[in-house]
């Protein structure tokens, strides 16, 4: 078990590169079931949930190599129309695996997602998406399986723009005979970066806007190569550590546009960001005022970045308020947070926030990925000693998080013993 030591050591300085983005790479390396030829992904972060999905991969039939952030992978054949329980439930995003192999095999049997401490999480619109385009499905014994001689194009509404659904219906959809009009669908740039990489292997999407996608269905799709797309998530969690700390930072490759909620919110707050040339440039103008947050899908406030910017609002001056609307459970870092001295009151999907004058150090342990993440940020602003445990589900979402930290002036270090 290892451990993140987090001294509070004032305003960070430098420069950072981020990494290509873990929620668009997990989707892409699915899309690779789609063809039989080699596909080669640059960018490919070094992270647990990669590697985990890369085994799941090589499960059923992948040959793949991972080197230097470049993934080859080539599905010759499909060796398993199945996958292990034990492998995917250490992962949700492996259901992304039933649309593609759906679609080229025409059959695929996945075990049912369990749902997170963040909420129940079902997969029932992913499901409605593969019914629609002519698939049976059946659920039993823990798996879903899903059959269908040739997917067949219509017209799939979204009862809520889930990202997860809409990809999977656009990865089915991608080899199929007729058009998909998905509507409601998601929009977040990850699924951009997806019909992108879709487009480029042969298939016909077009984002329309307005939360519809056009998927006309080909015969056949081929290998490519793509870089993925960088980090939004990571690049708002390094603007937030910017913002606790006082600090004047670079986001190299970080993509303005994906993150302009955040980016009004720290203008609210008091940092400033702006578009330089291949990244963004984040600081401080050294106040730190309340404000609020109301998380929504794209392109609302990310839920993703919610629990990070919670940190920033605990030592803001006056009284914050996020609104959580997308999961239902999502206040871990609440708890941990006010073991470092923050004031939080939280009621069903709202959490009230009191700035206070400086939080300290404390023994605290990552509840999960960002919340996780969220520790991190508000222990670079505390005063003394923060030790943060469980720090593997930090890791599932971002690379070389210490070292990148490290490199800005933060004092933070990995250690396998508790202090
Ligand atoms: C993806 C992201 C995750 C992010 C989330 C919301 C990946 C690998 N993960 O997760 O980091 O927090 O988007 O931006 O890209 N829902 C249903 N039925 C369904 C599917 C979803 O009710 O069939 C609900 C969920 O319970 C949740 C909401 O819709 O409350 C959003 O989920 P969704 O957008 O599907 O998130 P994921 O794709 O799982």
Known sequence: MSFFIVKGSGPLKGEVDISGAKNAVLPILCACLLTDEECVIKSVPPLMDVCMLLDILKSIGAEVSYENEVVKIRFLNITKNEIDTNLAASMRASFLIMGPMLARTGKAKIPLPGGCRI???????????????????????????????????????????????????????????????????????????????????????KMKGSGKI?????????????????????????????????????????VLDHVQPASAKLAENGTITEKIRNGIHVYSTGEKKAFNIKTMPF????????????????????????????????????????????????????????????????RVNAPDLRAGAALVIAALASEGM???????????GYSNFDEKLRKLGADIEKSDEEI
């Open 214 to 254: 056009k998927i006309t269905g080909v015969k056949k799709l081929k290998g490519t190569e793509h870089t993925v797309m960088p980090d939004r998530i990571e690049t708002g969690t390094f603007m937030a550590a910017a913002a606790v700390t006082g600090g004047d930072i670079i986001l190299k490759n970080a």
């Open 299 to 362: 392109p609302g406030f990310p839920t993703d970045m919610q629990a990070i910017f919670m940190s920033l609002m605990t030592i803001s001056k006056g009284t914050s308020m996020v609104t959580e609307t997308v999961f239902e459970n999502r206040f871990l870092q609440a708890a941990e947070l006010k073991r470092m001295g923050a004031d939080i009151k939280t009621e069903g999907r709202t959490a009230v926030i009191e700035g206070v004058d400086k939080l300290t150090g404390a």
């Open 119 to 205: 909420g129940t999480r079902p997969v029932d619109l992913h499901l409605k998406g593969f019914e629609i385009l002519g698939a049976k499905i059946n659920q039993e014994f823990g798996y879903v399986s899903a059959q269908a001689e040739q997917l067949k194009g219509d017209y799939v509404y979204l009862d809520f723009p889930s990202v997860g659904a809409t990809e999977n219906i656009m990865m089915a959809a991608s080899i199929s005979e007729g058009a998909t009009l998905i509507e409601n669908a998601a929009e977040e740039p990850e699924i951009h970066d997806l019909a992108v990489f879709l487009n480029k292997m042969g298939a016909n999407i």
């Open 386 to 396: 923060t030790e943060i445990g469980e720090i593997q589900h930090i890791e599932r």
